[in-house]
């Protein structure tokens, strides 16, 4: 009989299989397709202390085994995410959820995890300190240990619940930053983010996406995502989430090898919307492959 | 919406770069005219977002044009092989706002939805005119074809080889209708909201992630807040757009 269920950061998990922010929004929409119980739970949507559109369209830009994308965090802000998506969430997931958040300020991270702090829906905080396609903001933190240290204390002071920290690839040593989160009180580690990425319309010669750049995700950045899940979880003592292309069971396995203790699947949600119920069915007959008995004992397991 | 495996069974060029392709499968999440499927390709990481031209149960009738490399791999595919399809997505017409006298105007790829909503508001005894936008006269497709419904039916080719000279609004000067139905380029579409003087319905395009309201990559402003073209669109009524440039 295989094991799935796993332990993130004391919040008992029944798999780790996690829809990753901005890929599942509040949930409901998937909840149309199939029971979202299945999961370990879901990061939902980044959430932001004010509302937000985002960035002009074209947002999306398709690549070989991936895409491009420059939402830029549209979100209908803090009060409304409480006041109206939070209660639709709550008709259809039962589990603690995961909550994204972002800011352009240190007193914004603060302000948006304090008031989503009083939520009983939700389970642990995912900080994301990496969006790598708004001006002015989120980008900033994730670049420097010191400025990512100082969102995670200053989340850390106003929360209750434990406290991811997400991640940004597209910097030049992945591994200070993590540490300098651990050393300011994170409760775990999640990456990556996604890789800083742009398209050429031949046609017109213009680039495909409005904002010009955004964040590339897909089964193509997978290997980076291995490689930076190892590196973080070797110098850390605090639980990783990995993610990064995750496509297959197979990758699930593999990325806990690597260190990862919950896994999340992010761009494959929006071209299978069954993704991560597949890989949920898929999980015991691949661990049985490969003979493993407990997802939670292969963590980190890499010789 | 749901997913669902389709066995192509016809795909056959209708002008140098519109195909016609008929898919048998399950329809049953295709509720609406003017909603779209999302086809995925093998080696295509994106699905492609297609307008429905026409659902009978069972099966799907799409027209599409070959701009890229995807709509490229479609237009080889032979019958027999099969298709990975969401179907039921985007919200569609409402026929119930049509009047007696609906006015539908469809430009180049925004021909094909108007196929299913002309034959639908027919079959409720409504009296339709469809008019029909091209480039020119060789990229004319489905004129007889809506006649056979039972449509009046209107050309307008830019160049002035076939039909009326100009645009869809060049030839719907002397047409009495109580409410309109539109698809096409973007350009075309302001021109109709500017000569149209009832109320309306537009289905607009935009570069999708998903097609089914999970990504936020096909939002737009809307007087009545923020909408996904894939969700809450791609059909937006004529009170409700805000016009972007």
């Not at chain 2, 007087?223 to 059909?235: L, Q, S």
Request: charged share 20%; with cysteine.
């Amino acid at each position: 009989m295989a094991e799935l269920k796993v332990n993130l950061c004391g919040i008992e998990m029944d798999n780790p299989i996690i829809p990753a922010s901005g890929t599942f929004g509040y949930g409901y929409e998937f909840a149309e397709l199939y029971d979202i119980n299945i999961l370990g739970t879901f990061s939902f949507k980044g959430t932001t202390k004010e509302p937000r559109f985002g960035n002009p369209t074209p947002r999306i830009a398709e690549c070989t085994a991936g895409m491009i994308n420059a939402v830029g965090l549209q979100n209908p802000g803090v009060e409304k995410v409480i006041s109206e998506e939070l209660p639709k969430l709550k008709a259809c997931f039962h589990k603690p959820v995961m909550a994204n958040v972002s800011g352009f300020s240190v007193e914004d991270y603060a302000y948006t995890c304090e008031k989503l702090n009083a939520c009983p829906e939700i389970g642990w905080f995912e900080v994301n300190v990496s969006c790598p396609n708004v001006h002015g903001g989120g980008m900033s933190f994730g670049t420097s240990p010191e400025a990512a240290a100082e969102v995670t204390r200053a989340v850390k002071k106003v929360t209750t619940k434990p406290v991811l920290i997400k991640l940004s690839p597209n910097v030049t040593d992945i591994v200070s930053i993590a540490k300098a989160c651990e050393e300011a009180g994170a409760d775990g580690i999640s990456l990556i983010n996604t890789m800083l990425g742009m398209r050429i319309d031949l046609r017109t010669r213009r680039p495909v996406i409005a904002n010009k750049m955004g964040g590339f995700s897909g089964s193509a950045i997978f290997p980076v995502a291995v490689r930076m899940v190892y590196h973080v979880a070797q110098a850390v003592k605090i639980p990783v989430v990995g993610m990064g292309g995750v496509t297959t069971a197979e990758d699930v396995i593999e990325m806990m090898l690597a260190g990862a203790t919950a896994v999340q699947v992010g761009a494959a949600n929006l071209v299978d919307p069954f993704a991560c119920k597949k890989i949920i069915e898929d999980l015991p007959a691949a661990m049985e492959k490969y003979r493993m008995t407990s997802l939670r004992e292969i963590i980190g397991g890499i010789q | 919406m749901k997913q669902g495996m389709f066995t192509i069974a016809e795909n056959t060029p209708l002008t140098q770069s519109v195909y016609r392709m008929r898919l048998a499968g399950d329809t049953t999440a295709i509720t609406s005219p003017g909603q779209f499927v999302n086809i995925k390709l093998d080696g295509y990481y994106l699905r492609r977002p297609i307008s429905v031209c026409d659902c009978v149960s069972g099966e799907l009738t799409l027209l599409y044009k070959v701009v890229g490399h995807g709509t490229e791999v479609m237009s080889r595919m032979t019958a027999g092989q099969q298709l990975d399809l969401l179907t039921g997505l985007g919200n569609g017409y409402d026929l119930s706002k049509s009047g007696a006298r609906p006015l539908l105007l469809g430009g180049g790829v925004g021909v094909p939805p108007r196929y299913m909503l002309a034959k639908e508001l027919i079959a409720q005894g409504k009296q339709v005119t469809v008019i029909l936008g091209f480039n020119k006269k060789d990229e004319v497709f489905y004129e007889e074809e809506f006649r056979a419904l039972g449509a009046e039916v209107r050309v307008a080719t830019a160049d002035g080889s076939y039909g009326t000279k100009g645009f869809v609004t060049d030839a719907m000067q002397d047409v009495a209708y109580t409410h309109f139905y539109t698809c096409g380029p973007e350009p075309m579409l302001k021109a109709v909201y500017k000569a149209t003087t009832t109320s309306g319905q537009f289905s607009f395009e935009e570069r999708m992630g998903c097609g089914f309201g999970a990504c936020m990559g096909c939002s737009c402003k809307t007087i009545t807040g923020n909408k996904r073209i894939c969700k809450e669109g791609p059909v937006l009524v004529k009170e409700d757009i805000l016009w972007q440039n």
